[in-house]
């Protein structure tokens, strides 16, 4: 039997959607993200600081991280069959599941 392999425009657009993902957090410039930051540090107000830091997202380590680990991802995604990718998807949602009924 032939293995089949995912269609290099499902990698694509799998790498297209992460890149997506990954960028909408944080649009503006590490200066002003610094400026935002620092000003409402000053206003002592721990609620706005809580929210702030919400809406900025990941720091660059992070993002880069999470970059990486896409990047890694999508690579296996490339080398392995729909089945075992199908298998996979199974077993995440699986544990998802779990995790909720345990709420």
């Known amino acids: 039997m032939q293995r089949i392999r995912p269609s290099s425009s499902f990698v694509a657009e799998q790498a297209a959607r992460m890149t997506q993902l990954l960028q909408q957090r944080s649009s503006i410039h590490r200066e002003e993200l610094e400026y935002l930051v620092?000003?409402?540090?000053?206003?002592?107000?721990?609620?706005?600081?809580?929210?702030?830091?919400?809406?900025?997202?990941?720091?660059?380590?992070?993002?880069?991280?999470?970059?990486?680990?896409?990047?890694?991802?999508?690579?296996?995604?490339?080398?392995?069959?729909?089945?075992?990718l199908r298998e996979a998807a199974q077993t995440v949602e699986l544990r998802y599941l779990a995790k909720e009924v345990q709420k």
Request: aromatic share 4%; no cysteine; net charge negative.
């Open 38 to 84: 620092e000003h409402t540090a000053r206003l002592k107000d721990e609620r706005l600081q809580s929210a702030v830091a919400g809406l900025i997202g990941w720091g660059d380590e992070e993002r880069a991280e999470l970059e990486t680990f896409v990047a890694i991802a999508i690579e296996v995604m490339k080398k392995t069959n729909v089945s075992k």
